[in-house]
């Protein structure tokens, strides 16, 4: 019986090393700047959350979180990219990102996708009621799906 527990306590402790070494692995091969650009993408999916939302009439229109939602999209679409968009973290060359190479080979055509989305946004931020939000979730979506389509990868697997 004590052998049975010893095995058993060894084979447990060792599984545990294995999964923490995994998962650290894991988290450990994200390059700095992919994972900041994804948080970015994160944050601009979790407002744009909150204006589909609102448009639907899931959320009550409440003008503060309407203009915060907007500004926020608005202010992350316009950061500065050097930072982020390094060259060589593209698909394929970094863990995790989807970024398609197309980024750097038409850096003008990413940044002007970029600004559609900033513009987007702005038309938002003094939205009055709900309908007015939902008026502006077309061209809101657009600019996101236009900038995937082109710039945006498949899932990573």
């Known amino acids: 019986m004590k052998l049975f527990t010893k095995s058993l306590a060894v084979v447990g402790v060792s599984a545990a090393i294995i999964a923490t070494t995994a998962l650290a692995d894991s988290h450990a091969k994200v390059n700095p700047a992919v994972a900041a650009r994804q948080s970015q993408m994160q944050i601009i999916g979790y407002s744009i959350g909150i204006l ?53 080979m038409d850096t003008e055509g990413f940044d002007k996708k970029m600004q559609a989305l900033a513009d987007a946004s702005a038309a938002l931020i003094d939205a009055q009621d709900a309908a007015a939000v939902g008026a502006g979730m077309g061209a809101l979506g657009g600019a996101c799906k236009d900038c995937h389509e082109t710039f945006r990868g498949p899932k990573n697997e």
């Open 52 to 104: 589909g939302a609102t448009a639907k009439g899931e959320m009550e229109f409440n003008a503060e979180m309407v203009a915060s939602a907007a500004r926020n999209i608005n202010a992350l679409a316009q950061m500065d990219r050097a930072s982020l968009w390094i060259d060589g973290t593209e698909q394929g060359a970094e863990a995790g990102s989807r970024a398609k190479a197309e980024i750097w």
